[in-house]
């Protein structure tokens, strides 16, 4: 593994061919012996720290139509903290069901669960069938594994009957020394990012294109009022961001003054700040209280000068999606993925159904979403949100950052790369956006 992190860091990517792959590798990962270490615990005391380790692994075989990646960075996202705290279901039901599908697939149903569903890094090995990749190439991943044996999923990839997420629904993930990825994961590097900013969009990059720009989401379009929750956060900053890019007028929800001052800095003018409003959409555990909705609406066209939201980028869930259904205007839009605050949503169906608004489910990206979006980064259209980095041996503070929402923008883990800033290839372009690309760097 020294051998292939020299070659890497000396520039040597024609010789990583013939290294050979590791035995072994080390990775965080999940154990399912412990997958009941926090039953009778609320959520919120379920502690990542506590059941994220770095271990020695054995390297998967590779497969046809598979790559080994050597992994220089990775980041977190709130589907390794649902790994780590064994929530909504223990990920081990998600390996024991893949394990089912072939012979294959046996390899991904083990007593252990290498997470993470990001990586930036250079491709190691290929497996038979794989040509337009091969060893030596700088990658980025996208978290779509699909067997595409169905028809269903050769419009929509993510309508296949086997679609599942990388490092999350398969095991040997990408916040580790090596990654196990199917060929049509890959996507080529942003040459102007280092391996921790090149790592940090991939997820919810793709994630928030589908969601907001693809004919399979919201289909934004010039001048859309768009409500995004979040909007400093993981996913909901490159959602600001795209809104801005499209031509769309963001109305960004935070909560707390600095976060404010974030989405200002990306170039948003309507900003809520929530703390400063004091919304309570919930009475208690049981009751929501429409007239927050309604004082949350009034300061919606106070902003946006009288205008309803024409679409709503939800993702917080049980928390604000009976607000969200509210303040859609007639005919708009609510999609909706994730819901990192609870799953069982609740809403008033006479705001929905007379007003004619639609509800519509978003889930990661197909390939072709995923290579869109990874183009905007390599164009300098959207920009890396990584406000800190952590050594991998610290992987359960970054994971505990992202599940208390302590944390802004992306958390990224260096694996195989010694520090941050190495991996620049093109650095004129790098300097043309380096206020952009830093932007969320220390907070």
């Not at 035995?23 to 506590?50: C, I, N």
């Not at 010039?222 to 961001?241: K, N």
């Amino acid at each position: 593994m020294n051998e292939i992190r020299d070659a890497i860091l000396s520039d040597q990517l024609a010789d990583i061919g013939g290294l050979g792959v590791p035995a072994s590798y080390r990775g965080v990962l999940v154990r399912k012996d412990e997958q009941d270490m926090f039953e009778g615990l609320a959520t919120k005391d379920k502690d990542p720290r506590k059941s994220l380790h770095v271990e020695e692994v054995p390297t998967p075989e590779l497969g046809p139509g598979e790559a080994i990646v050597a992994v220089m960075a990775s980041s977190v996202n709130y589907n390794t903290v649902w790994t780590s705290i064994f929530e909504p279901a223990s990920t081990f039901g998600f390996l024991e069901r893949y394990g089912r599908v072939s012979e294959l697939t046996k390899r991904h149903d083990l007593p252990y669960h290498v997470v993470g569903s990001d990586l930036a890094g250079v491709v190691l090995a290929v497996g038979p069938g794989v040509n337009k990749w091969k060893a030596g190439d700088e990658v980025v991943a996208h978290c779509l594994s699909v067997e595409l044996e169905d028809p269903a999923g050769h419009d929509d990839t993510m309508m296949d009957p086997q679609q599942r997420i990388w490092g999350f629904e398969t095991n040997f993930g990408g916040l580790a020394e090596l990654a196990l990825v199917k060929s049509n994961q890959l996507l080529p590097k942003p040459a102007h990012l280092t391996w921790e900013e090149a790592a940090a969009p991939g997820l919810v990059n793709a994630t928030a294109y589908r969601q907001l720009v693809s004919k399979n989401g919201a289909n934004m379009k010039q001048g859309d009022t768009v409500l995004i929750w979040g909007a400093s956060g993981g996913l909901g900053s490159y959602a600001t961001q795209m809104a801005l890019n499209g031509g769309a007028i963001p109305v960004c929800v935070v909560s707390s003054p600095e976060k404010a001052e974030i989405v200002r800095k990306m170039g948003a003018e309507l900003v809520i700040d929530r703390s400063a409003e004091g919304y309570r959409f919930w009475k208690d555990e049981s009751t929501q209280d429409p007239k927050e909705w309604q004082r949350f609406g009034k300061k919606i066209r106070e902003l946006t000068g009288g205008e309803d939201i024409d679409i709503v980028f939800e993702h917080p869930g049980r928390e604000t999606f009976g607000a969200s259904v509210y303040v859609a205007k007639k005919g708009g839009t609510i999609i909706t993925c994730a819901s990192t605050s609870g799953y069982l949503h609740e809403y008033d169906n006479r705001y929905l159904w007379m007003n004619l608004k639609k509800i519509l489910s978003s889930h990661f990206a197909n390939y072709k979403e995923a290579y869109e979006a990874n183009r905007l980064i390599d164009r300098g259209l959207i920009h890396p949100t990584v406000s800190k980095v952590y050594p991998m041996a610290e992987v359960g503070q970054a994971a505990r950052d992202v599940q208390t929402n302590t944390h802004q923008g992306k958390v990224g883990v260096l694996t195989l790369a010694p520090e941050e800033g190495l991996g620049v290839r093109d650095h004129d372009k790098r300097a043309r956006h380096l206020d952009a690309i830093n932007r969320f760097r220390g907070l």
